[in-house]
């Protein structure tokens, strides 16, 4: 927040001032959430490893929550001030009005990261922060507001070179809780992770793209959300900065209303979107999901190995098994890499277990790139099968 202007964001007459956003991303997915935030019109998108900023008004803010399908959280500026020791952090936070957030009905939390700085504690820094906001509302209505774990208020300090930024966190749960998946099979992928690896993978949003093999869904569902143009925080049913105390009746309306654009800017035409498993119960929960995300796919129940070239193009995303919990055998790799090798003529992107896959497929990978997924360490790869 331009720390100049009186900091009544988010009532209706501020509702036109300019803010800085944060958007957080898995690591190795900023450069496509970068792209994504420039396509869906978000001014002064920069490009910034360790998460995208940009700057926009309130509803921007709200638009980022809504239509992003690869942030996991979206922080808002508050100020900028040095803090080279914890007096300074405390003063610094208590020069924020922190009322329009935060009243002594809400609950909040502080969270903070430091880096390089006099301050290294960060539950020290966050416990300085926290009191700094007590002391300031129970001076002003002489009662304060509880920490708690699923709090009405995220705030989130960052100190690093001796210097804070505190941010409140816009999404409350983070963004990848979409909402739509009830039921989930070994090592689901997270909803953020898979429409990142969607974008890496260069779809076109034409071309008939198939997961053979689907657990839950989330790769089809993430595909067929974004080629209908399906924003995916429509299924969730609140955000963090829904329960702040400036978001009155006036902004219930105005985010209703967003909400109702962004349902009628759905998209009819959408390219087939296959999704398969070999294990049928699986395929049940991946049924059930894409009814609750609103999505048309086509379900298959069938072994990957039986997947044939049927002459059409095709796109494969997928996410094989690996890892510690699927423990992968060097047999199933190699007849997983023998059946993308026969399917001429078509893309397979995979986010696959290091370094077994790539070791097995024949042709070198287009893009090859490291990626985590939870706290498996993985690997995105892109093959053009000759
Ligand atoms: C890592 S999980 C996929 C998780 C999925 N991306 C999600 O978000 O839920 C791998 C899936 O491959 C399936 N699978 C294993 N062997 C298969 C085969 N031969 N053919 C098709 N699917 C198979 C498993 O049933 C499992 O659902």
Redesign the pocket.
Known sequence: MNTNDKQTAGVPAARGQTLEFHASAIAGTERVLCEELRELGLPSVRFNQGGIPFRGTWREGWRACLESRIAQRIHVLLARFPAASPEALYTGAQAIDWSPYLTPRQTFSVNAICRGSVIQHENFAALKVKDAIVDQLRHRFASRPDVADDPDVRVFVYVANDKAALYLDMSGEPLHRRGYRRD??????RETL?AAILRLSGWDRKTRLI?????????AIEAAMWAAKVAPGLSRERFGFERWANFGADEAQAMRALRGELRAARAGDVPRVVA????PA?LDKARSNARAAGVRLAFRE????DLQHDGAQALIVT????GVR?GTDPD?VRKVAATFCRLHGWQVAMLAGLPAYALSMSPRPRVRMPLVNGDLECEFLLYDIP
Not at 276 to 279: F, L, S, Y
Not at 302 to 305: A, N, R, V
């Open positions: 989930v099979g070994d090592a689901p992928l898979a997961d053979p093999m689907c657990g839950s869904g989330t790769i398969g498993d070999v294990d699986v069938q072994s990957l190995f996410n094989p098994p690996y699927l199933f």
